[in-house]
């Protein structure tokens, strides 16, 4: 997998290298078209939104409808007006790289990080692009195949779904290089992340590249403008949710300012629990509920007159156990947070084979937390693992305990 990564970014900046080299020497075809173009790429860089919950390897995702929906837009510009366009794959590649490098420049001029593996993997989908549309544009092939029809336009949709499918395996692919996880799950995991965002962004692409071919340039406000205010909205919609999740990790760490948990103790269940449901292929809604209850499933101890040794609750009587998930349901549900999220804190003393698949792993995870107590060294965890195999007959569900061990032995946990 490694090998794979390397390719592609070696691929990326061969690709690169190329573009630019062949740009800067034969000079630019049609610099107004590449300028528009590249302006709408990099408005939308700039503007690139954080999406709720967390990319596969625990990075937070970030998309830019605008700058993908414009890039493709260009990759697949046959005609300008009536006109012919001039520019080939070559080009394509090196506006998008110039434009994507501008639209960055402010957020890296403020200390933000850029990931490279973004920028890999936008270099590779629009040279994808361009390279499936423009040779057969230019040579006449897509005419004679496809006319002017309905066809033409069904062609340049399907090229943008390709693209993004191409793109979601690459991601993958760079995921499990950066993470030592499995393909399999993490192309999964792309294929669902991307269902709604990427139709629409092919469609604006392909809707962008046939209203320029008959109305012009200005055609690209009219389509854009609509998207960028979407896209205003959806940073919005990102910023509630981040501080929402801020809200409840706050709330979590209640248990431990009243010393009743370990420091850190909520936040390491929620990072182990979420890997765990990764590794089963939960999606991002159940992974969001996942994430919720696990920071919050010690709040019922808040109950308790007095504290837990080291906060473990699972050598208590299944009777206190019961009580403490109880009260902590009570408690999420008095905060606003969703009823799934309550369900599965007091659902944390029933048997297993009740329980629903977020609160095994939630119940698995933490119990493996308290006997580790923090310190996943080698021979704790192994010790760890075992007794919770042997309690897999009704505490633990086996196939939680064995994605439990895998995420560990990868170093996650």
């Not at 040779?135 to 006319?147: I, R, T």
């Amino acid at each position: 997998m490694r090998h794979a990564v390397t390719l592609s970014r070696a691929a990326a900046v061969v690709l690169s290298c190329a573009a630019l080299g062949f740009t800067l020497w034969h000079g630019l075809e049609q610099p107004e078209v590449a300028l528009a173009f590249g302006l709408v790429i990099a408005v939308g860089e700039a503007v690139r939104v954080q999406l709720p919950g967390s990319d596969h390897d625990g990075r937070a995702p970030t998309s830019a409808p605008l700058g993908s929906a414009g890039a493709l837009g260009y990759a697949m510009l046959g005609e300008v007006g009536g006109t012919q366009s001039t520019h080939g794959v070559l080009q394509c590649v090196a506006v998008v790289i110039v434009a994507g490098l501008a639209g960055v420049a402010p957020c890296a001029a403020r200390g933000s990080s850029i990931a490279p593996d973004h920028a890999v993997r936008g270099v590779l989908a629009v040279g994808f692009a361009a390279t499936c549309f423009q040779p057969l544009y230019n040579s006449g092939v897509l005419s004679e195949w496809v006319s002017r029809g309905p066809y033409y336009a069904l062609c340049l949709l399907a090229v943008t779904l390709l693209t993004g499918l191409c793109d979601a395996v690459l991601a993958a692919v760079l995921a499990a290089g950066r993470t030592g996880r499995p393909l399999g799950p993490l192309l999964r995991g792309q294929l669902r992340a991307r269902i709604g965002i990427v139709p629409a962004i092919a469609a604006t692409g392909a809707v962008i590249a046939l209203a320029v071919a008959v109305v012009g340039l200005w055609a690209l406000p009219v389509f854009c403008v609509p998207l960028l205010l979407t896209q205003f909205s959806f940073r919005r919609y990102a910023s509630v949710r981040a501080t929402y999740r801020q809200t409840i990790a706050s709330l979590a760490r209640a248990t431990e300012v009243a010393g009743y948990t370990p420091h850190g103790h909520a936040r390491r269940v929620a990072a182990l629990s979420c890997a765990v449901g990764r590794e089963l292929g939960l999606n991002e809604p159940d992974l969001t509920v996942l994430e919720y209850a696990a920071l919050m499933h010690d709040i019922g101890q808040l109950s308790l007159v007095d504290p837990v040794a080291s906060g473990a609750t699972e050598q208590l009587d299944p009777a206190l156990q019961r009580r403490i998930a109880l009260l902590g349901g009570a408690v999420v549900r008095q905060t606003g947070v969703a009823a799934e999220v309550a369900v599965v804190v007091e659902r944390q003393a029933d048997p297993y084979r009740d329980q629903p698949l977020t609160a095994r792993i939630v119940r698995a995870v933490n119990a493996y937390e308290d006997m580790v107590a923090g310190k996943a060294v080698v021979e704790g965890s192994l010790r760890a693992l075992e007794r919770l195999r042997l309690g897999g007959a009704d505490e633990y569900e086996p196939r939680v305990v064995e994605a439990l061990s895998r995420v560990v032995s990868r170093g996650a946990g």
